[in-house]
């Protein structure tokens, strides 16, 4: 069997090329990395030093043209010359091929080298290489981020912060691509708020600068309170007014006033003695939150 009927050479040397599937992880793409690849090789043979030839013999001139490479014919009168058929125009025979390579002068083996990946390649990209006398594609696979979504070069990030950073402002760390960035989170702040950061994106392939990172905010709303943080929020709960429907253990008095279930039951109880405590409700709010943070 020809071990080379799977392969062919291209007219400047090069052997035919071959695709390379090569896995990369969203940061390695972004960033650059240096991936082993294995691959056929088309190589001399060991043999026969790449002559084709076994050993103790060499070509002999071609019997077919002897020797000139090329067959003359004369038909209708007309006069032609053509490449020889024998010896591919080379003007020599080789009666003794090699028994390694087939009289090819080569040989097929697999090799493995280390390759250059460029910051910014993304998935289903091909590169072309030239490794000795090979061609090679790499097809790139590229694995999803954990944090962020690509776009082009651009790439967008979900950044979560607490109740508190929105409604009083502050700072957070946004992870990027190449180093964290802190921003300013400006007081009452919404859910997908968004950012934009310039320039810190991902590195234009072949191109001068980078791509832009879009910030999107989210809003982490606790899911278990601590008795004292539940005490401040239905402290907060009970000054609001413009809340559409209700609030869950607040309760909305006749005079549109909002109370905790267990207060307004105890106001039913003793409503004899609400005048009495007209001018003290600020203060007993004021005392529910110093209760709330210092017991």
């Given at each position: 069997?020809?071990?080379?009927?799977?392969?062919?050479?291209?007219?400047?040397?090069?052997?035919?090329?071959?695709?390379?599937?090569?896995n990369l992880s969203f940061e390695e793409a972004t960033r650059g990395a240096v991936k082993n690849v294995?691959?056929?090789?088309?190589?001399?043979?060991?043999?026969?030093?790449?002559s084709g030839v076994e050993l103790g013999y060499k070509k002999v001139s071609c019997p077919y043209c002897?020797?000139?490479?090329?067959?003359?014919?004369?038909?209708?009168?007309?006069?032609?010359?053509?490449?020889?058929?024998?010896?591919?125009?080379?003007?020599?025979?080789?009666?003794?091929?090699?028994?390694?390579?087939?009289?090819?002068?080569?040989?097929?083996?697999?090799?493995?080298?280390?390759?250059?990946?460029?910051?910014?390649?993304?998935?289903?990209?091909?590169?072309?290489?030239?490794?000795?006398?090979?061609?090679?594609?790499?097809?790139?696979?590229?694995?999803?981020?954990?944090?962020?979504?690509?776009?082009?070069?651009?790439?967008?990030?979900?950044?979560?912060?607490?109740?508190?950073?929105?409604?009083?402002?502050?700072?957070?760390?946004?992870?990027?691509?190449?180093?964290?960035?802190?921003?300013?989170?400006?007081?009452?702040?919404?859910?997908?708020?968004?950012?934009?950061?310039?320039?810190?994106?991902?590195?234009?392939?072949?191109?001068?600068?980078?791509?832009?990172?879009?910030?999107h905010i989210k809003i982490q709303v606790p899911k278990q309170l601590t008795e004292r943080q539940r005490?401040?929020?239905?402290?907060?709960?009970?000054?609001?007014?413009?809340?559409?429907?209700?609030?869950?253990?607040?309760?909305?008095?006749?005079?549109?006033?909002?109370?905790?279930?267990?207060?307004?039951?105890?106001?039913?109880?003793?409503?004899?003695?609400?005048?009495?405590?007209?001018?003290?409700?600020?203060?007993?709010?004021?005392?529910?939150?110093?209760?709330?943070?210092?017991?």
């Amino acid at each position: 069997m020809d071990p080379f009927s799977g392969f062919a050479e291209t007219a400047d040397g090069f052997g035919a090329a071959e695709e390379v599937a090569v896995n990369l992880s969203f940061e390695e793409a972004t960033r650059g990395a240096v991936k082993n690849v294995t691959y056929n090789s088309i190589e001399n043979c060991f043999k026969c030093s790449g002559s084709g030839v076994e050993l103790g013999y060499k070509k002999v001139s071609c019997p077919y043209c002897n020797g000139t490479g090329v067959v003359s014919s004369n038909r209708g009168g007309f006069f032609f010359q053509s490449t020889c058929v024998r010896c591919r125009g080379s003007g020599s025979f080789n009666k003794n091929p090699c028994h390694d390579c087939e009289g090819h002068g080569t040989n097929v083996q697999r090799r493995t080298s280390s390759v250059n990946i460029p910051a910014g390649v993304s998935h289903g990209q091909r590169l072309r290489l030239n490794v000795g006398r090979n061609t090679l594609y790499l097809l790139l696979n590229v694995a999803d981020s954990l944090i962020h979504k690509r776009e082009g070069f651009n790439v967008h990030t979900d950044v979560t912060i607490s109740v508190a950073q929105a409604i009083l402002g502050g700072t957070v760390n946004v992870p990027g691509i190449y180093e964290d960035n802190i921003i300013k989170v400006q007081p009452g702040t919404s859910s997908h708020t968004d950012y934009m950061l310039r320039g810190k994106g991902i590195k234009r392939l072949d191109q001068a600068g980078s791509g832009d990172q879009y910030i999107h905010i989210k809003i982490q709303v606790p899911k278990q309170l601590t008795e004292r943080q539940r005490a401040l929020i239905q402290a907060w709960a009970e000054l609001e007014t413009n809340t559409r429907g209700t609030v869950n253990t607040i309760k909305k008095t006749v005079d549109g006033e909002k109370k905790t279930k267990t207060e307004a039951d105890e106001q039913a109880k003793t409503d004899d003695k609400a005048k009495e405590g007209e001018n003290n409700d600020g203060d007993s709010l004021l005392k529910k939150v110093k209760h709330a943070l210092f017991g």
